[in-house]
């Protein structure tokens, strides 16, 4: 009985998802068609059986639906947003809690019905644009002001009432959504753009309906038809605008693959990506994406991690490197042992991470938040003072009831209440492919604010790990190579950090390296063994000085080195000097800090020695040495009381006092580390420019939302005294339609200049 019902076929609507019945039919909520259920999808999670089961016997109770609704986001990351207000992203349909319009997906769809509601939403203004496009020409034909402007004359028994037919279709088809959208925001006690509109329409209808029945005047049904057809025309234009700011995000959900090849005791079988698990192994062919994180355990090639990290070169794995889901790739064919589950992924933490940056509100986007709910308020005051100060001087009602109109629509905060959030859309997902994943909005925006950026040492200015910096022989006949070669023979089973560096540089030079006996450890000092028929040591300076050998003058030519000395049968042969190299990007990021004033400090528990060397070479403003964790808090402390704006990166571990304690904390490091809590701002990359490229980009965002908070408010400043008719007796009057051209307009450049926002 259970493998039968676990076999019965499920349809589910592709707009509401919760809803899932096991018969096919309409839906009880928007009436589309249900869609099968993919039946193979569901054999590769017994989970996923456990919640379908519940949602059938018990689907009247709100947590199974909420169960399969949240299977179906952390599985096909499924999230919703409002077309209007973009920063709006929950699990699952619902309305706008601004707003009230429908959510709808922001990612591809999971059901085979393939149906992209956020198009569907450009779609349906599309639509309804055309239909009053069309009516809106008889309409306009039937009316008598527009008869007298052509000079022209068409009149038949009823004509009043076609006209007034034609407009009524207008008014309910193409302000639907304005009407549904008034609704919605009173019922969540918010007034905005949708009441402004739904009002304006809804008075100017009105007065025309009472004109054909009886009353003295002229009727407004075709400015009506032309405001309700520019308002759908900008609305169109605009929903394109915000699923383009919105992009970014939907192409970093669609990096994950559908399909993975999973390899069960050499047999290769073809399963879905949400169905893997950890210790899986799957075989990622040439040219595919990486469909898990996890490990090499065979293979080797290059992967393109560009719209995962920033990275812009393809970076070489081989056998024990880690692997990102969602990565290229490239002509090799590799083996990876999955690390852990989709929801848990890298690619699913970022997204999650550029979701909630979308949501939170800075301080930038309140500000705007209560400019609109005041511009509403304005709004209305402004229009029915308008509507007064005519009517009570002597003007007519209808020429009173334009002016009323025209102002309320020249003062839809619409624009006011997109600058941010396009901005916001934009600049997150646009940072997170780029490798810049934003926690903390306000963080992000206050970067303009850093007059001071304290560095951690190693791992952010230095690569983080031991490498050859120099090998030097002191024995005639003795060639470098050699010396390499007796050096990682001693060390190659060696996990020290300096036998680390001394094996990667001979897997450089592709050295052979030779058998080792008699290998034994020198306590303290190094290690010795029999190679080739030599005793070979690698010891410390303190163990020659030990011995009373002399050191070779000017060894060490830079603090920062650590140098081994290599004996061949107790003379000294050589030496190899390893450091923490600088990464080469480093002067180029302190400079660049420089020029845009911003001192630059390192803060190390590293010997002063060290420290001093790196930030002269950097030429940063100053360092601190041998600091530990707690200490480091201290001197940010210090820092602030000074009156410095300070930012701090560090990886998030040991540094994560310091981090929650200034004011801006930057977590640098892998992918692993992007969970840091205590910092405000992630760089994936441990690359110094990318603190750079965060600065710029920050102070970029700001400015884009600065300009846009001036163009959607300024243009009040003009356009509401025209509306009002304050230069009437100069001729100068914008009708309805005008003022909804102009409301349009600064929507779009709003949506416009958003979109332009780019890293550079």
Request: a neutral charge.
């Amino acid at each position: 009985m259970e493998n039968n019902h676990h076999n019965q076929q499920l349809y589910t609507c592709p707009m509401h998802p919760e809803i899932v019945k096991n018969e096919p039919g309409s839906c009880p909520r928007c009436g589309m068609n249900l869609i099968p259920v993919d039946a193979k999808e569901k054999e590769h999670s017994q989970l996923r059986h456990q919640h379908i089961d519940n949602i059938i016997e018990a689907s009247s109770h709100k947590e199974h639906v909420e169960s399969v609704v949240d299977l179906r986001n952390t599985q096909g990351f499924q999230k919703y947003t409002c077309p209007m207000h973009p920063q709006i992203i929950q699990d699952g349909p619902g309305k706008c809690p601004l707003c009230g319009m429908s959510l709808v997906p922001i990612a591809k769809s999971t059901s085979h019905g393939g149906h992209e509601a956020h198009s569907s939403g450009i779609t349906d203004f599309k639509k309804r644009f055309y239909v009053v496009l069309v009516l809106t020409v008889p309409i306009m034909l039937l009316s008598e002001m527009i008869q007298h402007w052509l000079n022209i004359h068409i009149s038949f028994q009823g004509s009043s009432y076609v006209l007034l037919i034609l407009s009524s279709i207008v008014f309910f088809y193409g302000g639907w959504p304005f009407l549904k959208g008034l609704v919605g925001e009173m019922r969540a006690k918010n007034p905005g753009m949708m009441t402004l509109v739904a009002f304006a329409i809804s008075v100017a209808y009105i007065y025309s309906v009472a004109i054909v029945l009886g009353l003295n005047g002229m009727d407004f049904f075709w400015e009506l038809a032309t405001l309700i057809l520019i308002m759908l025309l900008g609305h169109w234009i605009e929903m394109k605008s915000v699923a383009g700011a919105s992009r970014e995000l939907e192409l970093l959900v669609q990096l994950m693959p559908d399909d993975a090849h999973l390899i069960n005791d050499d047999i290769i079988t073809e399963v879905k990506t949400d169905s893997l698990k950890e210790n899986d192994v799957i075989l990622i062919k040439p040219g595919e994406k990486v469909a898990a994180d996890g490990l090499i355990v065979d293979g080797e090639s290059y992967l393109n991690e560009s719209m995962l990290t920033g990275e812009s070169k393809p970076v070489e794995k081989s056998k024990g490197d880690k692997v990102i889901a969602g990565a290229i790739n490239g002509n090799g064919a590799i083996k990876v042992s999955v690390s852990h589950g989709v929801k848990d992924s890298y690619l699913s933490q970022v997204i999650k991470l550029v979701q909630n940056a979308q949501k939170t509100k800075s301080k930038t986007q309140l500000i705007a938040d209560r400019a609109a709910r005041w511009l509403t308020l304005i709004a209305i005051v402004a229009g029915i003072t308008t509507f007064l100060v005519w009517y009570l001087s002597g003007k007519d009602l209808a020429f009173s009831v334009e002016r009323m109109v025209t102002v309320i629509v020249i003062c839809c905060p619409h624009a006011l209440g997109l600058a941010v959030p396009l901005v916001v859309a934009k600049s997150t997902a646009l940072s997170a492919k780029h490798g810049l994943l934003i926690k903390n909005r306000t963080a992000f925006e206050n970067a303009r604010k850093i007059t001071m950026l304290v560095f951690d040492k190693t791992g952010t200015l230095t690569v983080g790990k031991f490498e050859v910096a120099k090998i030097v022989s002191l024995t005639e006949g003795l060639s470098e190579n050699e010396l390499l070669k007796y050096a990682a023979a001693l060390e190659q089973n060696s996990e020290h950090p300096i036998a680390t560096g001394i094996m990667q540089k001979a897997k450089i030079l592709a050295i052979q390296i030779p058998v080792v006996s008699s290998f034994k450890a020198i306590t303290g000092k190094g290690v010795e063994a029999t190679i080739e028929g030599y005793d070979i040591k690698i010891v410390s300076p303190g163990y020659l000085k030990e011995l009373n050998v002399e050191l070779p003058e000017d060894y060490m030519t830079d603090a920062s080195e650590t140098v081994v000395f290599v004996l061949i049968n107790n003379q000294l042969a050589g030496y190899i000097a390893l450091s923490d190299t600088i990464r080469p990007e480093s002067a180029g990021a302190i400079r660049a800090l420089g020029i845009d004033n911003i001192k630059s400090v390192l803060l190390t528990g590293d010997n002063k020695r060290v420290a001093e060397t790196v930030a002269r070479k950097l030429g940063m403003d100053f360092f601190f040495a041998e600091v530990l964790p707690h200490q480091k808090l201290e001197k940010i402390k210090e820092m602030q009381e000074e009156g410095e704006f300070v930012a701090m990166t560090g990886d998030g571990i040991n540094d994560a006092p310091a981090l929650a304690q200034a004011n801006i904390g930057i977590a640098v490091g892998s992918g692993s580390d992007i969970a840091a809590e205590t910092a405000g701002i992630i760089l994936v990359n441990s690359n110094p420019q990318d603190i750079v490229s965060f600065i710029q980009f920050g102070k970029a965002t700001y400015r884009k939302m600065i300009q846009n908070l001036i163009w959607a408010t300024g243009y009040n400043v003009v356009a509401l005294p025209l509306a009002a008719g304050v230069l009437y007796k100069m001729g100068i009057l914008l009708s309805p339609a005008a003022g909804a051209v102009l409301m349009s307009v600064s929507t779009v450049v709003v949506a416009i200049n958003a979109s332009l926002l780019k890293i550079k």
